[in-house]
C-alpha cells in the first residue's frame, strides 16, 4: 500500500493594524474591504494611556493571536506627543516587536500627499483638513465623515496610491531635518501590507467606481 504523500504548505501569514483614533481604524477598514485582505486585520485600540502603553497593548495582541506582523499607527497631535517622546519609544516598539506607522500632525497629512506636496512642515492640523476640503466637500478629520460622505475616501484616493509614496518621500526629505523625523511612514506599512497580503483585488469595486463617476 502506497504510503499518501502529504503537501507541505506554508502557514499563511497574517498582519494586524492597530489605531490610537477610530478615524484610523475605519480608513484602514476601508482599504481591507476595498482591496480584499482577508489575512488583515484592524483593531480600533480607545482604552490606552499613552503611547507606551498603547505600544505595550499592541504587543500583547500580537502574542496572543500569533500575528506574523503588528503595526501601530497614529497621529503626533491626536496622542499629544513630541518626535523626542516617539524616537525615546522606539526601543521599546522593537523590543515588543510593534512596527510604528505615525502621521505628524495626523492621518489627514497622508490623504493630502495623494495630492500635493506641502512645500514645507504643515504642524495645524485644520490648515490640512481645509485643503483636503477642498477637494471633497465635506471633508472633515472626523470619524463621523469616514461612515457617511467619506465612506469611499480609500477608493477615491486609491489611484494616486503611488503619487502618495513619491510625495512623502519628497516631504520627508524636505522636513525631516527640521522637525527631528519624517512626518509620516505610512509608506512602510503600507510596503508590508503588499508583502503580507499580496495586490489589491479590486475588480468588486468597478460598479461602485462607476457610481461615483455617475455622481460626479
Not at 494586524?16 to 484610523?24: D, F, K, R
Amino acid at each position: 500500500m502506497m504510503a499518501r504523500k502529504r503537501i507541505s504548505q506554508k502557514p499563511r501569514r497574517t498582519i494586524l493594524v492597530v489605531t490610537a483614533t477610530e478615524a484610523e481604524a475605519l480608513y484602514f477598514s476601508q482599504m481591507r474591504k476595498d482591496c480584499r485582505y482577508a489575512n488583515m486585520t484592524v483593531v480600533w485600540e480607545p482604552d490606552y494611556k499613552d503611547l507606551a502603553n498603547l505600544i505595550t497593548l499592541a504587543g500583547r495582541m500580537r502574542t496572543k493571536e500569533q500575528y506574523s506582523s503588528v503595526w501601530l499607527v497614529f497621529g503626533f497631535a491626536d496622542l499629544d506627543v513630541s518626535v523626542q517622546e516617539v524616537k525615546e519609544l522606539m526601543p521599546h516598539a522593537e523590543k515588543k516587536k510593534v512596527n510604528l506607522a505615525w502621521n505628524n500632525p495626523s492621518l489627514p497629512l497622508w490623504y493630502l500627499l495623494h495630492l500635493q506636496t506641502p512645500k514645507g512642515f504643515v504642524k495645524d492640523p485644520a490648515m490640512i483638513e481645509s485643503a483636503l476640503a477642498g477637494q471633497f466637500p465635506g471633508f472633515s478629520s472626523d470619524a463621523a465623515y469616514l461612515l457617511d460622505e467619506g465612506l469611499d475616501l480609500h477608493l477615491k484616493l486609491y489611484s494616486a496610491k503611488s503619487k502618495a509614496a513619491v510625495n512623502a518621500s519628497s516631504y520627508n526629505a524636505l522636513t525631516a531635518s527640521q522637525v527631528g523625523l519624517a512626518p509620516t511612514n505610512m509608506v512602510a506599512l503600507l510596503n508590508d501590507i503588499t508583502d503580507i497580503c499580496g495586490l489589491a483585488d479590486l475588480t468588486h469595486n468597478q460598479k461602485r467606481l462607476g457610481l461615483n463617476k455617475n455622481k460626479g
